[in-house]
């Protein structure tokens, strides 16, 4: 157990659709960072929060957003979706403040879109 | 850019046998190496760590090596079980922003009795 939950598990939204995946980190873990895995492929950087501020960004549209809470939660919002959208995400928190430090997964939100 | 490469992309063997799964990077500025296990849609276990100033790490019938000079790394599995049946993925941690990790594609383990 990692200590980071992810919520839905699954979800199917059709084109056009706007999603929210949600995201509890470790208790103390002022970092959360988003990943995007396709089917068959290693997981893509979509960015990462810091102490509720984004701190970096991958190669993802503005239609991706996120949020971070005071409480150790997160979101991640993704607008007008496409199919490509459909994937796994994956958040990770860390404690934050050091280069390199280990992240820590949770489970994931496996999202289908129609 | 980074970017991570694994190799062979799938393998199969018979309980028992020892094995390598490789891994290499193209930029060797990372801070650390990691290797996960992940089980078919679900999300990603640590297996090992090392970090840039280490050349190994163990655990169990794992260890991991790290050849920062030539951008590789090698996960060793010994006695392999069918339990070890995983996609193994290798991740850097480079750059500036701390939560970022670049992915290897994966290797598909397939261990049979």
């Known amino acids: 157990e990692t200590g980071v939950t992810q919520s839905p598990t699954h979800l199917i939204k059709t084109r056009g659709q706007q999603v929210t995946l949600r995201c509890s980190s470790q208790?103390?873990?002022?970092?959360v960072s988003w990943y995007q895995q396709a089917l068959g492929q290693g997981p893509q950087f979509i960015f990462q929060?810091?102490?509720?501020?984004?701190?970096g960004r991958g190669n993802f549209p503005p239609r991706f957003s996120g949020l971070q809470f005071p409480n150790y939660s997160s979101e991640l919002n993704v607008n007008a979706l496409e199919l490509d959208d459909s994937a796994l995400y994956l958040c990770?928190?860390?404690?934050?403040?050091?280069?390199?430090?280990?992240?820590?997964f949770g489970s994931g939100t496996q999202l289908s879109v129609l | 850019k980074q970017e991570v490469t694994q190799i062979p992309a799938a393998l199969s063997v018979p309980e028992g046998e020892n094995l390598v799964l490789n891994c290499s990077f193209t930029d060797s500025a990372i801070y650390n190496l990691q290797w996960f296990r992940q089980d078919p849609g679900k999300g990603l276990t640590s297996l090992l760590l090392i970090q840039s100033s280490q050349r190994e790490q163990t655990s169990g019938r794992l260890n991991a090596s790290l050849d920062k000079s030539s951008g590789r790394s090698t996960l060793y599995i010994a006695a392999s079980q069918p339990g070890d049946s995983a996609t193994y993925l290798c991740?850097?941690?480079?750059?500036?922003?701390?939560?970022?990790?670049?992915f290897g594609q994966g290797t598909i383990l397939t261990v049979h009795p």
């Open positions: 208790s103390g873990h002022n970092t």
């Open positions: 929060y810091y102490r509720e501020e984004e701190n």
């Open positions: 991740a850097d941690a480079g750059g500036t922003s701390y939560g970022k990790l670049t």
């Open positions: 990770a928190s860390s404690p934050g403040g050091s280069l390199g430090e280990k992240l820590f």
